[in-house]
């Protein structure tokens, strides 16, 4: 009895995996020996470009035809220190005293008194990504009451401001040239007038004139994030500054100081296509509400922002007031 | 066989031992839960947390203590007290112009402190240590400095606010009770006394040079402030009002009539609590010693949005104004990116030109010239002020955000006090004033 249940174990198991088999065995089905699985026939189409491309990382990215940067990284600014000192206390001077602070910013200048003075800054966790700068030559309160100005807004003269007023040209190109001569002329940023003012209102006051600069990134303006800009709780360890400058001069004395904040950049992120403005005007309308004034003009522009290493970047992108779109993958980046 | 009946008994012996385990099983009794333990409630009236106000930056003669020199003489102060001494002048619940005093504490209402020490912003000297010590065997207390703190010590003015300030709901009842005592005529029972040892509640006035331009300093006791309480802080603060509550009635009629005219402002807003008659030059520098009513009122129904005003009593014309038409920034500026602009852009005078027109409830023909003044911050966020001139000489100043494009508030001064203003600005400084640098 046990033999005989023993070989119809036997067939039974044969019988199971021909069956199962028997497309594959189906030549060798009388045969004991089992041949492998054939593999599949390797694809006769290539892959898409995008997935022969490599992810973004660190170096810089290899450059391709037809594409453009839509993310940038921030870093410090390269600013020509041997052109600092020079605008600051002229090409013969002597006796520069140099001392390091903070962050490591560096301040110089001639002696105890003070002025002039320059100064290379970083704020607070900014070090990796922008840079104040600092040039003073004439102080508001002077020790001999001869001289004051004072260059705060609301000491401006309206009659003789804006770009059309007399000096705005001459003072606006002497602020380019130097901007440019500290090398804040490169070939992806540069400085954008924003506006011109004419300071003197004040009974007392010396006349003076202003050019408040905006850095720009391949001719767009840049807008740093609610969260950056307000030190929000994730981000609170960097102080970021709005990337202006403002410089002043006097007939008097010619240059009076110069000041701000400036980042640098590389490319980090490219991308073939983005979003029309129309497109992203179209989304604007449908996403705020009419009275939140969605009417408002869509601008192109660099949305600068930390991330949760607090490594700042720079993304293209569509702005209608408060809110950004991202150019390149359409998905909001902030919002009223 | 005997093997048979060995096994037989181990069997048995396992099935025995299988049964003791099984009703050696414990099986858990239905219970009721544990009782939770009762959380003491949190005295809402609580003396603040002041600890976080002393940090590294205080003074010596700020912090609530005693110095170590103090500290070092107070025991021979003490032995001389005991023998029998005494200081020509008591410092015991001094109420006015003090430098130092020892107030009296009703304990249970200030969570166990018997007294509050009031320290200048010096050394003490030996009569005064013996002053303190003496106030203090006053009430039969012994002056411990290892328990004298921010609960039971102010030095030198180094915490304004007293022990706490008021709570939401005191504030709110104050707030009421401010509107009856304007408009009602209602007046406090009896009025408030300094003394903090009769009903809990106090204040000292402060010899400011002592007390670092502190003037005053007031005792909240740890328990919700009665309604008849803060009536009379109400009438402490405010004392004899400068007009009736019919005059009132009649100022707040004529003020909503030309916020209506100047400013939009609808006839439905509500009016705050807070109404006052005082100099429109009162709290500025800017000269204008005209006499006028002021109160905010609110929109009802609509967006929230909020209107300030004061009239000359005198002649019922707005002397001025505002409006915040958008106040989303002011609400939560963590929301909002700042840009910069051209503040002199054209652009502006026309969004200012449309709001002020939108507005004022009659033609625009009566401006008479509209211009930008420059760049402006509204709170962290740079924008521009555009003014445009009336017929009658007011100005109306539009501040605008550059990140919204829009007017988010807008004032209006009559010539008078718009000139005052300027003439402030524009002749704040002169040569004479210019500081020497050392």
């Keep these: 009895m046990n033999k005989l249940m023993h070989h119809v174990f036997r067939l039974g198991c044969a019988l199971l995996m021909l069956a199962l088999a028997g497309p594959v065995f189906a030549e060798d089905a009388a045969s004991a020996t089992l041949t492998p699985l054939p593999l599949p026939e390797a694809s006769a189409t290539p892959l898409p470009e995008t997935f022969q491309t490599p992810m973004p990382s660190l170096p810089p990215y290899p450059p391709l035809i037809g594409e453009r940067v839509v993310v940038w990284r921030v870093i410090p600014p390269a600013i020509d220190t041997s052109a600092l000192l020079e605008e600051a206390f002229g090409a013969e001077a002597q006796g520069i005293q140099k001392e390091e ?12 008194e003070g002025l002039p003075l320059c100064s290379l800054r970083h704020r607070r966790g900014a070090e990796g990504i922008q840079m104040d700068f600092e040039i003073v ?5 002077d020790g001999e009451r001869v001289y004051l100005y004072n260059l705060d807004e609301w000491n401006a003269i309206p009659e003789e401001s804006g770009f059309d007023a007399p000096q705005a040209a001459e003072t606006t190109e002497e602020g380019i040239a130097l901007l440019s001569r500290l090398g804040l002329y490169t070939g992806s940023t540069a400085a954008a007038p924003i506006s011109y003012s004419t300071l003197g209102r004040m009974e007392g006051t010396a006349k003076c004139r202003k050019t408040v600069f905006a850095e720009t990134l391949e001719g767009l303006p840049l807008r740093w994030s609610a ?9 609170r360890d960097v102080v970021i500054s709005r990337c202006y400058v403002q410089i002043a001069f006097s007939d008097e004395d010619g240059l009076l100081m110069a000041d701000g904040s400036w980042c640098g950049f590389e490319p980090l992120e490219r991308a073939s296509a983005i979003l029309s403005p129309e497109e992203a005007a179209a989304r604007f309308r449908q996403v705020l509400p009419s009275d939140e004034g969605n009417t408002l003009p869509v601008e192109t522009c660099w949305f600068l922002s930390l991330n949760h290493s607090l490594e700042a970047t720079a993304t293209l992108a569509y702005r209608m007031g408060n809110s950004y779109l991202s150019a390149a993958e359409g998905v909001w980046l902030q919002t009223e | 066989m005997i093997r048979r009946m060995t096994a037989g008994f181990l069997v048995l012996a396992l099935a025995l031992l299988a049964l003791a ?8 009794l239905p219970a009721t839960p544990p009782m939770p333990r009762p959380v003491p409630e949190a005295n809402p009236y609580a003396a603040d947390d002041l600890s976080a106000y002393y940090d590294a930056s205080a003074g010596e003669y700020q912090l609530p203590a005693l110095t170590a020199s103090e500290q070092e003489r107070l025991p021979g ?3 001389r007290w005991e023998a029998g001494e005494r200081p020509k002048n008591s410092v015991l619940n001094l109420t006015e112009n003090v430098q130092l005093s020892v107030m009296q504490l009703p304990l249970e209402q200030y969570e166990g402190e018997p007294c509050f020490l009031i320290l200048p912003n010096r050394e003490l000297t030996d009569e005064e240590l013996l002053q303190v010590v003496d106030a203090y065997g006053q009430l039969g ?10 609960h039971n010590c102010m030095r030198g003015g180094g915490v304004e606010v007293g022990l706490r300030i008021l709570r939401d709901d005191e504030r709110e009842r104050y707030s009421a009770i401010g509107g009856l005592y304007i408009r009602s005529g209602l007046r406090p029972e009896k009025p408030y006394t300094s003394l903090v040892a009769d009903d809990g509640l106090g204040r000292v006035s402060l010899d400011e040079e002592a007390h670092n331009g502190l003037d005053e300093y007031r005792f909240y006791p740890a328990r919700r402030l009665t309604d008849e309480e803060l009536l009379q802080l109400y009438a402490l603060h405010y004392g004899e009002l400068a007009a009736s ?22 006839l439905s807003a509500r009016r705050s609590d807070y109404e006052y008659v005082r100099s429109a030059g009162e709290g500025n520098l800017y000269g204008d010693d005209r006499t006028g009513y002021t109160t905010v009122f609110t929109e009802a129904g609509g967006t929230g949005r909020t209107w300030s005003g004061m009239i000359d009593i005198t002649s019922g014309r707005l002397i001025e104004g505002s409006v915040t038409l958008d106040d989303r920034y002011y609400a939560d500026g963590q929301l909002y990116s700042d840009i910069r602009m051209n503040p002199w852009d054209e652009a502006w005078t026309k969004i200012a030109l449309q709001t002020v027109a939108a507005l004022r409830g009659f033609e625009e023909s009566g401006i008479t010239e509209a211009w930008c003044q420059g760049e402006t911050t509204l709170n962290d966020l740079h924008g521009t002020e555009v003014r445009v001139r009336t017929a009658d000489g007011g100005v109306y100043r539009a501040e605008i955000a550059f990140v919204l494009e829009k007017v988010m ?10 000139a005052c203003e300027d003439d402030y600005y524009i002749h704040q400084l002169t040569i004479e004033e210019v500081p020497v640098n050392e």
């Design chain 2, 77 to 79: 102060i003490q032995q």
């Design chain 1, 227 to 235: 969260a950056a800009l307000r030190g929000a709780e994730e981000v």
């Design chain 2, 409 to 418: 508030t807008l004032r209006y001064n009559d010539a008078v006090s718009m």
């Design chain 1, 101 to 112: 602070q903070d962050y490591g910013s560096i301040c110089w200048n001639l002696s105890e």
């Design chain 1, 137 to 141: 030559r004439r102080s508001d309160w």
């Design chain 2, 21 to 28: 385990a099984a009703e050696n099983t414990v099986e858990l």
């Design chain 2, 141 to 150: 207390l012994t002056l411990d400095p290892g328990k004298v703190n921010w």
């Design chain 2, 245 to 266: 509550p019919d005059e009132m009635a009649a100022y707040e009629s004529q003020l909503r009539e030309e916020l209506h005219l100047l400013l939009g402002m609808p």
